[in-house]
């Protein structure tokens, strides 16, 4: 996929105001309409002035595009860095869509699927009260596992007297309930937009997501982690104690058990109505043979074991 200058495209400077956007794209809709120009590839240069003059003459879309900076030029493979969107608040109104007939770029910006395409709440339509607005942010997995009152920054777009666009910080305590999940939102009542007419405001919607975590991994309220684990705490059979978000605890291994076995402690994922349960993977992990006495001891398991890692290797299970 390839990244799209909007602004090259529309051939305007990237601190043109409003009103120098809609004149560039009068005159490029002139000159490529379809139905009047003589241009080679007037449609495909249609579409493409449309798609840069929905996302430029958006205050929203533009300051979110403008997030990209100028780290890509035109042409220049693409894919969304991994934070896009995070904890940029927008209205619900500004939902997108795949069926536009515009790029993949655009759809992987600004698409159904994208960070964007999510509206928060229920005000879609017109209202005499402010507009809902929406936010994804991120929180470390401990945070959501216990709870408790977060301080966050939110990136908000404006229009300013003049036409150009600039995004104010915006600080906000917000308490997460214990256990929160990811996807999950949480209604912030009265932190919208304010009411034009003299009606409530609008509420402001965080959906949840996580920081990537070192040591575990979330499905729902499910937790995995990965313990590495001797090759005789495998054979023989031991007690270990093992990681989780509430504290270490103590684990059984059987003996006998195998790499990539999952055990399974009742309760100790996220909490809720209903907790759930922390999967740990066996991972056996060999010490290392740069020793004498460790060469040693494993020519002595080569002599004295009956053993084939391979024997059972093609034959069906």
Do not use: C
Request: proline share 9%.
């Amino acid at each position: 996929m390839d990244f799209k200058d909007y602004y090259q495209i529309m051939g305007v400077a990237r601190d043109a105001n409003a009103e120098d956007i809609k004149r560039a794209y009068r005159k490029l809709a002139r000159k490529f309409h379809p139905d009047v120009s003589k241009e080679a590839n007037a449609e495909d240069k249609f579409k493409e002035v449309q798609e840069a003059y929905e996302v430029l003459k958006d205050p929203q879309k533009r300051a979110a595009y403008d997030q990209l900076g100028t780290r890509y030029h035109a042409g220049q493979d693409f894919r969304p860095p991994p934070d896009w969107g995070r904890d940029f608040e927008f209205s619900t109104h500004f939902s997108g869509a795949e069926d536009t007939g515009f790029s993949d770029f655009f759809s992987s910006l600004f698409g159904a699927r994208s960070p964007f395409g999510r509206a928060g709440g229920p005000g879609m339509g017109p209202s005499p009260q402010g507009q809902d607005h929406s936010a994804r942010i991120q929180v470390s997995l401990e945070d959501a596992y216990r709870g408790g009152v977060q301080t966050i920054e939110l990136q908000s777009p404006e229009m300013t007297p003049n036409g150009t666009v600039m995004v104010k910080p915006r600080t906000l305590r917000v308490t997460l309930p214990a256990g929160v999940v990811e996807g999950q939102q949480i209604r912030l009542a009265g932190q919208g937009s304010p009411a034009m007419t003299g009606g409530k405001p609008g509420d402001l919607y965080l959906e949840i997501s996580f920081r990537p975590h070192p040591l575990f991994k979330v499905e729902g309220r499910d937790v995995t982690l990965t313990l590495p684990v001797a090759p005789w705490e495998a054979a023989l059979g031991a007690t270990v104690n093992v990681p989780t978000l509430g504290g270490p605890v103590e684990m059984r291994v059987p003996a006998g058990a195998k790499s990539s076995q999952r055990l399974r402690l009742k309760g100790r994922g996220m909490p809720g109505s209903t907790p759930g349960d922390q999967y740990v993977v066996l991972k056996i992990v060999l010490p290392p043979g740069d020793s004498p006495q460790a060469r040693a001891l494993y020519e002595q398991m080569k002599r004295d074991l009956n053993f084939d890692p391979r024997a059972d290797l093609g034959k069906s299970e």
